[in-house]
Structures are given as structure tokens and as C-alpha cells.
């Protein structure tokens, strides 16, 4: 007996989850299961999943629909499959969809349902065998329709049909149905209800039993239960064999990383990977990201990459420039990417520089044409964006709805929200009437069902035939081809992918050093060595690193501080070391840098942690340690390293922790340092690096810095210019003149569209001008080429900008140099009347020959200094020669500056700051604290707001605005930070 | 006319809090915002101690908690304002023969120009006003006095905390120009923020401008800051257009609820269609405005066959228009018909009703209807759909 249902990934239809569905069917005593979600198979790894979990045999199909047509297809064969991937594709990508059309190619091993008599007739005459389903219709017309399909010799059944695993998730149902159509509450009563998942029960043939079929004989049609999971790799088409090529370049690259003659561990090293590349049938899966990597880019220059991820530790793809550090020097445990008992497959992650990555995409699309499709993300529905979508429903306000979700953090979609928002800190004086109560209630019911697809951010998949041969396709909004699993779905059914990445750090380095070679310098990056450049170490250790990748965020700035020590291998520890769960394992860490006295936790643990003193650090250094000291295989460690990642871990991770307890207890090592160690392991909480990953990325850190340190202009533009960063505009600005750099202001006759930097100065480039559009910008460029501006009159005729471009540009400066007297005020009265002249010229009737002339302006006022200022700030984000804190810090305000905090070690002080970033997070009991940036002129600083003070004073604090500051200074090898005691809005 | 005129604007400040106080002296020295109980109401009134914590009218109370978390919210109560501006109208009335005032917002404006010799000088009419204001009432107005209404009334606005003002004929524009153009009444945010990034803030500074330099930056509204600014207001006091009527509800709290939106929909037909024939006249074309939840409104125009004043047909063409509301997922705060393009009722029928309902039948119950609700001072008998409608005129 079976049952067929819709399962969440209905999008906007189903609500029960294949695994809810299984166990429903397993708990009603159904032995088979049919998933039919319309118009896909987005749910069908997690369906395999769930049917080996309850032991119910996968009856695999989908429901086919165009307009107000619907057939149900199950797959009888491995071909029926490919074929209904390819159906379902068709649905998706052909504009003008036709089920005779596209069926007629594409129905071998597909058993079609229905109960549209006119389509189950077309259908036969392409050759299928179409059977009347008399479950998808009322019962009281079930009678006749038999007696029809009968006249037609068409085959009946009568099958249930569910979209429900329980009774109780009718409301979700409805509830779901008002907002995938987007109508009100109101209208929850329209929607047809939904039918639960019921007992098996003997159906009566409505027609003569020689016309019906029973659910046996359906389900023996259909004996297929699911697609194979072979490893399905990149194709690499070459007249030499995969395995040679890749020997080949493999050698020919180290030649070129590595001295000659090649060391014995080079060459030990590189046989040792080659071979464990060709065993697991890798070898193409190398030479086809080789191939993406080394493509010319647009200047017909190599385009910059960092390969990262665990691919890192691999020589092989070090000697094949996809990853850019040496495994060797920085020991790189190659077990992390590819060992002989690994079921998974690896996959090798690559950043380009972010505005590169489409390009690249786009080549492989080219390369691999209906070969390549991106891997999607499922994204569910979670409880900011359904709170926000029910109260839609219930026809609350964009404002009111704001007020509430942009405080939500942190919330448990298992329990009652109601009560979690009314003890939130940020919603403690809000008002909680209704409908609220009725809102928080529905939209917990919506919490965590599927949503929309959409587009992974690197995940892409090669296939050696049509990919709609192995998964269904279909386009993203952005006309990306995407594939219907997550990477946890291809991977499940052996998809390999590469992931291309976007990196705006690599595209800061670039236009860093074409802005030094611009400027007439030469720059040779053969020899760029930036890790051992003194500069540098300098920068990074007194945490100078604002702008530079991956180690500008303010707990990275203050570790460097602390650590002190600015050196490569010390940076690769600290990308690693920083998370969430490990604040007391990083101040052991500095403890123990600075000649802390320490021991292994036990001996064995010496070879595994000696380079970190003793703690663990790296993602792989749980699985040596699982593997060193409770005799885990490798695989099995690599299955706890795994989990550690995982969402749901709980209750894997208990089995884990029995083993690693019985294997150490084995080793007699202490019951008392088995259980540290695995607090250790714990510390991770689903959030580290690898080494490889961590060496690759501090690389790119060091030649940030670098950069920073020797040209400091050329790269505080080239950050600004690329955007991101873990700062606004403004922070970069104040970094930028705390390093001497100049800012000058936007014009119109110099800025280019972006920041330019060059010798000291940065040009505010003109998009940095709110309101005005790249199109704007560019035809300034274009008539300033032909010659500079000279007048108003002049901008305005042949820029012919909107009257709200030209007031921004004179707000922020951009005009200046077009006002002999300096009156922005007369610049805006010519723009006004320039305005009002060619509007009435419009709505005249016969149009002028001549260009608008201007008469003198009447006597105007200078806007004050203080007006003129706040007007640049409010159209730029910033100030360029000042810092807007000197202009609201009261004259008589008795304060000392950043700059100065060492020096006040233990002591209360008054600080004025201007809040540029922060983070919450809880204490262990819970309660939300946050560490805020501040900045003033002189230096930016660290400040902690402990539980009490932020109960207090977390409403006032808002970025982008200056406060005063009082509280102690701490100081903690070497780095001091403010404890807040009271804060005070100013200005 | 214009050398005797003296115009004074009687002003009661925080007039629905003040009210609120009369009943209930609790309220006093408190800070009290008025508004409907939920989180997103609007402000529409509040007391000078609410102010004094940055709260102003219009604010939702959300952000009003905020500001000042022991305030007090009470609900407006549009009966008890009407009763304290008719006892204020009965005040000023032995004063002047033309009075204006609004709908239950405290402010009044008497015309006392000539009365001087049977009355005494404006300020002490004023005086007396105020002085009965406060022992009759329990109200503490200010006044202000000036040539026009629109000086009186900047004046006012001005004198605020003094609670008395007069401004003498010929120094309007010497008086205005120090003070801010916000004083000014009519003048939009868009408009003072357009004024400011010309460094014109005060009034003193557009008198710097003829009226073609001021068409430059405020185009049609030029001629009103030209005029206004110099003092300049030529409209009598108690000029008021009736080219239109209008019935408003509002609901209690805030609602998509079809059914009630439906209820208001038939008492507003209801409502309007018996002022309409009150007053003779029939209309030809309806205007349904909305006020939805957080401050977005819409008004959709309903042009009719033919002009009636029966309530029947009036809500049948409203309630086609009912999907073009709740198209908009917003809940519903206020819903305001009006009626427009009056012209006098014809006593005669007409010869080709397309209504399928008996017309004299009809028309002979609205007459009993209309007598009910005359004998027994308001609406008594209402549709059986308006009693999901939950909320106030």
C-alpha cells in the first residue's frame, strides 16, 4: 500500500517535511511512499534520507502543471528518472510549456496519473499508458468519470492523495497559501482545505475490476526507488589520459614554485598525492579547475585568485596555481582534503576578485554549455522574514513591522515567541497589542518550511553529460542555471563542485597596484614577499589592519595587539583561533605566546598541538585528535569533524563522545583530561578554519597589508572604490586620515566615478555623492573630456542632470570650483532657476532656439559653517577636512582622546566617540552584551557595554552618531579597551 | 473693511488633553498623549508636559513610549470636545457675529472688527473670553489678536508660552519677519526644507524676494509666501465652502476585518445620505477616502449614474469598491465619504428609474427614517450590516 503527498518543498502548498511524511506512513503501516511535489525534486534527497531512516521504499515521482493542467509522473526506471529530470527542467526553462510537446521525447519509464480525461487521452496518443486517477477527484463524481474513462479504455485507480502528515497542520496550510498568494488573513477561509495522511484502506473499484488497478498493481509498475550515488566528476576531454596530464603539470608546475633541483620531499610529496588523486578518480576533477583558474581576464592578464578551503593543503594544486600557498612550509595535512577512506567528495573552493566571479561563471557556462549549472540554496522560512510576512497578511505597516523585526535576535522558533520578544532587551518598552499575539502564533507555524530557491554563492557543477540528465534545472532570477538540490542534496547524490567565490579583497590588491603602476611605479609581485617585510609585521601587530582582509574586525585588531608579534605563522593561528565559543582558548593562547607556562593536556597529544601550545586550533586538529588519542580511523574522525558543522548535531555528537571517552579510557588516559579535551573539541561550536583554509587567507591578509603600510593613499582608495569591508565609508575615511592621507572633496572638473588615490591624496570619487546615478557620473566624464566646466550654465546644459543630482553635488562640494564668490547658495538659486526656465519652456508652445541664459542671482546668504557641513555629511556620509565630532563635542567638555587611553590604565574617564561597529553577543548566562567601536580624531578604540550597562543604555546607542563616554580603561597585554559606565548622546 | 478689522484667535493648547483634565483633574500636570490604544495609533493630541519630552502630535505611540515611558494614553473622546467647542462658541458669540471654528480642535476665530465702541478694545474682549473660559469651563485659552487670520493666528502660535499676543494693523510684516517660517500656517515640510537649502528660514528673509523670485523655487504656492509672509490675508473670518459633505468614521483601534469595513461602509452611507436629504440636495459624485494603518491613506473617486440621496443606492456603489481598499494589505483606520457635486434634490421622480426597488415606496420609508432619527436627535435605526462596524463618528 501507498500513499502520494506533497511535501514542503511544494512551495507554498505543502508543510509537512519528507521526513514527517515518512513517519506518518511508517506509523499508519504504509510500506510505500510516493513524494509527487509540483514541478520538482527539490526535497528528494532529504526523502531518500528519510525513507532509509523508517525503512519505507521511495516510490519516486512529481506533479507536472501548467496552468489549470496537472499529471502526476512516477518513475519506473533509471531512464524514467533522467527523463522526468529533464521534463521537470522543461517545465521550468521552455516559455511555452506543452505536455504532448515536451512528454513525447521524454515519457519512456514514466506511469502518468491523472484526472484530466482530454490531457490523459493526448498523452496516449504519444504512446504513454495514462491512468485515470479517480483519488484527485470528488467522490460523488467518481462514478461517472470511470463509467467516461471506461468509454475511452482508459485504465482507473483510486489512490489517496495527502498534503498533510497530520490533521493539525490544516491552519498551516491555509496560513501558507494567504502568504504565498500574498492576501490577508481574511482570506484563509477561501482555500480549499487540505487532506491529511490517513490509514491504508482497501479501496472500491468504481468501475469494473478489469479497468481498475489496484495500488499493488500501480506500485509494481514502478519498481524504481531512487537514482544511483556514484561520484559524478568534472569531464576532461585531452587525447593523454587524466591521470598523465595531471602527473605532467603536476611536475612542470613544482619546477616553476621550486628550486631546481626538486627536493626528495617535493617529489615524495607529489607521488604520494598523485596517487591518491588517481585512486579516488580526481584527476580531471583537478585539471578542469586548472583550467578555469588560468584563464586570462579582461586585460589579458591572469586574473588574481586565492584557493582556499582544504584544497589548500594539497602540493598538487599548489604545483597547478590553484592555490597560492605552500603546503610544505606551513605543513598542510593533506588527510583534511583527499584520503583513500573518504565516502564524501572534497571539493576545491576558489575566490576571485568579486566583480571577476561573473565573468568566470560565464566562461564556464560557455565551456560546458547544458554541462554546468550552479548549486542552489533552499531558504526557509525563518523568524524574522515570517514574522514580517504574517503581520503582512494581517495588514500591520511597513513602519510597525520594522519597530519589531529589526530588534529581533536570537529568537528560538521552538518555543513561544511572544514571550521571548516581550523579554528582549531591545523590544522591553513595546506594546505587544493586537493583533501580535494572533501573529507571533501563525507565523511559529511557518517557521522553518521551505521558501524559494536560491543561488549558492560559489557551488558550481560540471557534469560529463546534460545536467537534466542526473538532476532537474531551472533559472534564478538573475538567469543563472541552478540545480534543484542544496549542497548537502548534490553532494548526497555524488555531485562534485567547485566553488567560485567572490572576494572584494582580491579586488582591493588589484586595484591597489594598478594605481601604483598608474602613478608610474613599478610593482613586481614575482618577488612579493609582504610576510617578511618588517613594515608590515609592524602594522599588523600594533593592529593597524583597518581595511586589510580578514583581520580588520575589531576582536582581530585587539588580538594582534595583544599577540604582538605580527608574524605569518602566528596570523595563520589567529584566523583560526577566533570564534565565537573560544574567548578563554584565546587569551591561553596570548598567555602562553607571551612565555605563559604551559603543558599538553596529555603527551600524546605533543606531535598534534606542539605548533599551537597545546590548544587546539585547526578544524583537522579534532580529527588528529580523535585519531591519536581514541583510535579513531580517519574516516571516523573526519565523520566528528563533520558534525561539528552540522545544525542538528546533538544527538550525533553523543555517540561520538561515547566512543572518544571508551577509545581514550582504553589509552589509560585521566577520565578528567578526556573530558578538557573534549571541551576543547566543543570549543569549535560549528565555527573554524583548516590550516590550509587559514594559510591561504592570511596570505592575502599580509599583502593587504603590505599595501597599507607602503601606499597607504592608493589602498585606502582601492578599499572605499571596492566597497564591503567590515566598515562604513566613514571609518575608512578617519583610517585614511590617521595615516596623513588627504581627503579631497568631490568635483566635478577631477573625481573620477569611483575613489582614486595617488601620493597622499584620496579623490572622493562622484558616486560617493548620494543621488546621483553611474549615468550621471559617466556623461560628467565623457563632456569633461571634451573641456572642463566653466559655468552652471555650463554643467547643467550639457550634463543635463535632475534637479536633486545637482543640489547633491553642490551639498557635497562637487560644484565648488564653478562659484567665484564660494556662495553654494547662489550655485543652487542658478540650478533652481535653470529648473524653472526649462520647465516653462516644456509648456511652451513654441520652443525657444536658444540655451536658457541666466540672470545674476538676488543677494543670498552663505549657509553658516556648521549648515554647510551637515548638509556635505548628510549627501557624502563623511567629512573631508574635519572630523564631525569637533563640531559636537561642547568647547568646555573636559575629555581625552583615544589616542591617549594606555596611558590611563585602571582609571575612569570621559571620551567623546563616534560609534562606527559593534557586535552582541551573550554572556554564559544569557544575557546580551555588545562591544562597540568608537572613534574620535585621534584613534579608533574598543569598548565593552557588560549586561548592566547595556540594559541601560541600549536604546541610545545607534551607529553613525557621537556619544560621550564614561567608564574605566582596561588594559590587557598591551591592548586597552573601555569599560562603559555611562553614555551620553551628543550633538 | 480692511482699516477697522481685528481678528482674534482664541486657542486652547493641548485642547483634547485640557478636556481630558476637566473630567478626570488626575490628568493634569501629567504627560498625557491622546490616541487610540494600539502601539501604532497616531498621536492626535497632547499635553504641554508630553511636548516637553519631545513628543509631538502625529508621533505613533510606540515611539512616544519610547521618549517618555510614564505617559499616560487616553483615548480621544470626540462627544466631550464637541460639548467643551460649543460652550466656547457660546463664550465668543455675545461678542461677534462671525465666529469660525473647526470640528473639536480648540481653535476659534471671532471677527470684532467694529465692535470696539459697543464692546471695548479687542485685547479686553479677549480677556473676558479667556477669563469666562477658564471659570466656566475649566479651559485656560490663549489669545492673539491681529489684523487678519493669518497673523492672529501666527501670532499665536508665536506668544504661545506668554498665552497672549496683538499684533496692530501695519506692523504685520515687521512682526512676522524675525520668526521662523514654521510658524506659518499651510507651509509643508517639503516647502520650509526647499526654503532652507536658500537659507530661507525666517519670513523676514523671503520678503527679501519679489513674488517672480519666489515662483523659482516655490512655483504655484509662491503667491501664498509672498502674501503670507508680509502679513497679507484677505480671507473673512467664517468664509467656508460647503461645496461638499462629508461623514468620517473612525475605527476602534484599527481593523481588516471585511465584515466590519463592510458595517462602516453602510453607516457611513447611511449617515451621509441623511445629511444629504437634511439639506435638500442629492449628489452626483462620491469620494471614499481611507486612512490606513501608519499614515498611508487613498481616495477613490465614485462617479454615480445619477444623482440621488438614498442611502441604498449610495452604499451599493461604495461596496463595488470595496476590493480596490482591501487590495492594499493594510488595516483600516478611518474611512471617510464625501459627498461632492451637490445640486438641490428634484421633488419630482423620475420617469425612467433604472432601479428595480418601488421609488415611492422607498422614498416614503427614508421619509420615516429621516423623522425617527430628526424626533430622537441622531441616527437610531441603522442597517443590520452596520452593526459589525466597530468604532465612532
Known sequence: ?987 | MGSTRCIVHINIIGFAHAVAARVDPSLLDRPVVVAQGVTRSQILDLSPQAFSWGIRKGMVIERAIHLCPDCTIIPPQFDLYQRAMTALYQEVRPFSPSIEHGFADGHLFADLSGTSKLFGAGSDVARRICNAATSRLGLRPGWAIGPNKLVAKVASRISRSQGECEVSLGTEAQFLAPHSLQFLPGATPEELQNLDDFCITAMGDAVHLNLNQLRILLDRRASFYHDACRGIDPLPVGQQHHHTITSVFNFAGDTNNTHQIRGAISLLGTHLSHKLRRRQSMTHRLSLSVVYTGCTSRTIRIPLQQRTNNDRLLIEQVQDVLHRILKKRLRVQQLALRAEQLMQASQQLTLFSKDSQDPIREQNLLLALDQISTKFDGIKIHRARSLAAKGAF
Open chain 1, 1 to 987: 500500500m501507498f500513499a502520494i503527498c506533497k511535501s514542503s518543498y511544494s512551495l507554498g502548498w505543502g508543510v509537512s517535511s519528507p521526513k514527517a511524511l515518512c513517519r506518518q506512513a511508517k506509523k499508519l503501516g504504509y510500506s510505500r511512499l510516493c513524494i509527487t511535489d509540483i514541478n520538482n525534486l527539490y526535497g528528494l534527497p532529504e526523502f531518500m534520507a528519510a525513507a532509509k531512516q523508517y525503512q519505507i521504499t521511495p516510490l519516486i515521482g512529481a506533479e507536472i502543471t501548467n496552468g489549470r493542467q496537472a499529471i502526476i509522473c512516477l518513475v519506473q526506471t533509471q531512464q524514467g528518472y533522467s527523463n522526468l529530470c529533464r521534463i521537470i527542467s522543461c517545465r521550468h526553462c521552455h516559455p511555452h510549456f506543452d505536455f504532448q510537446h515536451i512528454f513525447k521525447p521524454r515519457h519512456h519509464g514514466i506511469l502518468a496519473l491523472g484526472s484530466d480525461m482530454n490531457l490523459l487521452l493526448s498523452l496516449r496518443q504519444i504512446g504513454m499508458e495514462p491512468i485515470f486517477d479517480l483519488g484527485l477527484v470528488a467522490q460523488m463524481a467518481q462514478e461517472h468519470l470511470s463509467q467516461q474513462a471506461k468509454h475511452h479504455s482508459l485504465a482507473c485507480t483510486t489512490i489517496q492523495h495527502c498534503t498533510t502528515a497530520t490533521l493539525e497542520e490544516q491552519r498551516t496550510h491555509l496560513l501558507l497559501r494567504v502568504l504565498h498568494q500574498k492576501k490577508t488573513i481574511q482570506h484563509l477561509t477561501d482555500a480549499t482545505n487540505p487532506n491529511p495522511m490517513c490509514p491504508p484502506a482497501p479501496t472500491l473499484p468504481s468501475c469494473p475490476p478489469h479497468h481498475h488497478l489496484s495500488l499493488q498493481q500501480i506500485s509494481a509498475k514502478c519498481p524504481f526507488s531512487g537514482p544511483a550515488r556514484d561520484l559524478i566528476m568534472p569531464p576532461y576531454s585531452s587525447s593523454h589520459s587524466a591521470r598523465q596530464t595531471l602527473r605532467h603539470r603536476a611536475l612542470k608546475g613544482a619546477a616553476k614554485r621550486y628550486p631546481s633541483p626538486l627536493t626528495n620531499m617535493v617529489h615524495q610529496r607529489l607521488r604520494y598525492e598523485l596517487d591518491i588523486i588517481d585512486t579516488m578518480g580526481f584527476s580531471a576533477y583537478f585539471l578542469v579547475v586548472q583550467d578555469i583558474v588560468c584563464r586570462k581576464g579582461k586585460e589579458n592578464k591572469y586574473r588574481r585568485i586565492c584557493g582556499r578551503g582544504s584544497g589548500a593543503a594539497s602540493l598538487v594544486a599548489y604545483c597547478l596555481h590553484i592555490t597560492n600557498v605552500c603546503p610544505i612550509k606551513y605543513n598542510l595535512y593533506f588527510e583534511r582534503f583527499l584520503h583513500l577512506g573518504r565516502m564524501d567528495p572534497p571539493d576545491i573552493d576558489i575566490d576571485f576578485a568579486w566583480d571577476e566571479r561573473q565573468d568566470v561563471l560565464q566562461e564556464i557556462f560557455a565551456r560546458y554549455p547544458r554541462r554546468a549549472a550552479m548549486v542552489c540554496n533552499h531558504v526557509f522560512y525563518q523568524p524574522r522574514m515570517t514574522i514580517r510576512e504574517v503581520a503582512k497578511a494581517y495588514g500591520l505597516p511597513e513602519s510597525e513591522i520594522k519597530v519589531v523585526t529589526s530588534r529581533i535576535h536570537g529568537l528560538n522558533p521552538q518555543a513561544d515567541l511572544l514571550p521571548q520578544l516581550k523579554q528582549s532587551i531591545h523590544l522591553q518598552n513595546y506594546i505587544f497589542s493586537a493583533p501580535w499575539p494572533d501573529i507571533l502564533k501563525d507565523a511559529q507555524r511557518i517557521i522553518g518550511l521551505p521558501r524559494h530557491l536560491s543561488v549558492h554563492p560559489g557551488g558550481i557543477i560540471i557534469t560529463p553529460k546534460p545536467i537534466s540528465h542526473y538532476v532537474p534545472i531551472q533559472y534564478s532570477g538573475g538567469r543563472v542555471p541552478i540545480i534543484h538540490w542544496d549542497k548537502d542534496g548534490a553532494e548526497f547524490f555524488g555531485l562534485v563542485k567547485i566553488d567560485i567565490l567572490g572576494n572584494r579583497s582580491l579586488g582591493v590588491i588589484r586595484d591597489t597596484i594598478k594605481q601604483i603602476e598608474a602613478s608610474g611605479n613599478r610593482f613586481n609581485e614575482t618577488d612579493w614577499h609582504p610576510e617578511e617585510d618588517p613594515a608590515t609585521q609592524h602594522l599588523i601587530k600594533r593592529g593597524g589592519t583597518m581595511g586589510c582582509f580578514y583581520i580588520e574586525s575589531p576582536a582581530m585588531r585587539l588580538l594582534q595587539k595583544k599577540a604582538g608579534s605580527g608574524d605569518f605563522e602566528q596570523l595563520i593561528i589567529q584566523s583560526s583561533i577566533i570564534r565565537p565559543a573560544a574567548n578563554e582558548f584565546v587569551r591561553e593562547y596570548v598567555r602562553r605566546l607571551h612565555g605563559g607556562t604551559w603543558s599538553h593536556l596529555h603527551p600524546c597529544l605533543k606531535e598534534v598541538l606542539d605548533e599551537s601550545f597545546g590548544l587546539m586550533i585547526y578544524q583537522e586538529d579534532v580529527s588528529r585528535v580523535a585519531v591519536t588519542l581514541a583510535g579513531f580511523s580517519h574516516e571516523r574522525a573526519d565523520g566528528l569533524r563533520k558534525v561539528m558543522s552540522k545544525k542538528d548535531k546533538i544527538r550525533q555528537l553523543h555517540d561520538y563522545e561515547a566512543e572518544f571517552h571508551i577509545g581514550a579510557e582504553k589509552r589509560q588516559i585521566p577520565t578528567q583530561t578526556v573530558r578538557e579535551i573534549w571541551r576543547m573539541i566543543m570549543s569549535f561550536d560549528g565555527y573554524s578554519f583548516c590550516k590550509p583554509h587559514s594559510a591561504s587567507y592570511a596570505k592575502v591578509s599580509f599583502q593587504a597589508a603590505f599595501l597599507k603600510s607602503h601606499y597607504p593613499a592608493e589602498f585606502m582608495a582601492a578599499v572605499l572604490a571596492n566597497g564591503g569591508g567590515y566598515y562604513s565609508t566613514f571609518a575608512y575615511i578617519s583610517e585614511a586620515k590617521r595615516l596623513g592621507v588627504q581627503i579631497e572633496p568631490p568635483c566635478i572638473n577631477h573625481s573620477q566615478v569611483t575613489w582614486t588615490g595617488k601620493n597622499g591624496r584620496i579623490r572622493t570619487g562622484l558616486l560617493a555623492v548620494q543621488g546621483l546615478s553611474v549615468k550621471s557620473c559617466t556623461t560628467i566624464l565623457l563632456a569633461r573630456n571634451q573641456r572642463p566646466f566653466s559655468t552652471m550654465l555650463d554643467f547643467l546644459s550639457r550634463v543635463h542632470p535632475n534637479q536633486s543630482e545637482a543640489r547633491s553635488l553642490i551639498h557635497a562640494g562637487g560644484l565648488d570650483c564653478l562659484s567665484c564668490s564660494g556662495n553654494r547658495t547662489e550655485l543652487l538659486w542658478d540650478t533652481a532657476h535653470y529648473f524653472y526656465i526649462k520647465k516653462n519652456k516644456k509648456q511652451a508652445t513654441i520652443p525657444s532656439l536658444f540655451p536658457p541664459t541666466l540672470p545674476a542671482p538676488p543677494q543670498l546668504k552663505t549657509p553658516s559653517f556648521l549648515k554647510q557641513r551637515r548638509r556635505e555629511f548628510k549627501t557624502l556620509g563623511f567629512l573631508t577636512d574635519c572630523h564631525p565630532l569637533s563640531l559636537c563635542t561642547p568647547s568646555g567638555q573636559q575629555r581625552i582622546k583615544a589616542e591617549q587611553l594606555l596611558h590611563y590604565a585602571g582609571q575612569q574617564i570621559t571620551l567623546a566617540g563616534w560609534l562606527i561597529a559593534g557586535k552582541l553577543v551573550r554572556t554564559k548566562k544569557g544575557d546580551p552584551m555588545e562591544f562597540l567601536s568608537f572613534e574620535d580624531e585621534t584613534a579608533a578604540f574598543e569598548t565593552t557595554f557588560f549586561p548592566g550597562a547595556y540594559r541601560t543604555y541600549s536604546p541610545l546607542l545607534e551607529k553613525g552618531r557621537p556619544y560621550l563616554i564614561r567608564g574605566r580603561v582596561d588594559v590587557d597585554f598591551g591592548a586597552a579597551t573601555v569599560v562603559v559606565e555611562e553614555i551620553k548622546r551628543l550633538g
